[in-house]
């Protein structure tokens, strides 16, 4: 994903700035963009499962040294409906393991995003352009470096019971 965000400051869920490249490894780092808010109830149960998810495959790939521990085997980058920067910083700091996250002030990145995958909440349809909307929220996009969309990743983290990443997630 060093492509999509290579000149994009993330949100850490302390406040603090970071860069993808610095919690990624070429080559082994499966990106998931996920597409949620803090007032979304579906959202709720879902994060749950999808952080530990997070959890086992990272510490799963830090006990067997497939990754640097300063990287990740499976990264998440959060784009946000939320309604205002607090509430999303809330919910990010409260449910979120830690991920990065597109600012709340980057408005134009995290419509680009919505409108690239056809992802929002119905509520924000029309304000950030979605005419195709594929999903709501919750979901997560599994996407290459460039951000090519590998595939729609939401039932795999309903559907997983611990182990290693989805296979169709790892692209050959």
């Given at each position: 994903m060093t492509d999509l965000f290579a000149n994009t400051d993330l949100t850490t869920r302390t406040g603090s700035s970071a860069k993808l490249s610095?919690?990624?490894?070429?080559?082994?780092?499966?990106?998931?963009?996920?597409?949620?808010?803090?007032?979304?109830?579906?959202c709720v149960p879902f994060v749950a499962k999808l952080a530990t998810m997070y959890e086992?495959?990272?510490?799963?790939?830090?006990?067997e040294e497939e990754v640097?521990?300063?990287?990740k085997l499976l990264e998440i980058i959060f784009v946000s409906s939320d309604r205002d920067e607090a509430s999303m910083m809330k919910y990010m700091?409260?449910?979120h393991e830690d991920w990065l996250a597109v600012p709340f002030e980057d408005v134009s990145l995290r419509s680009e995003l919505?409108?690239?995958y056809g992802t929002c909440a119905g509520s924000e349809r029309v304000a950030v352009g979605v005419t195709d909307r594929r999903r709501g929220i919750p979901t997560l996009i599994v996407v290459?470096?460039?951000?090519?969309?590998?595939?729609?990743?939401?039932d795999d983290v309903d559907d997983y019971a611990g182990g290693a990443l989805p296979?169709?997630?790892?692209?050959m």
């Open positions: 610095s919690r990624t490894k070429d080559g082994t780092t499966v990106i998931g963009i996920f597409f949620s808010s803090s007032w979304c109830p579906d086992e495959i990272n510490n799963d790939a830090e006990d640097p521990s300063s990287a700091k409260g449910k919505k409108r690239k290459d470096s460039a951000g090519n969309e590998i595939c729609d990743g939401t296979a169709r997630w790892v692209q």
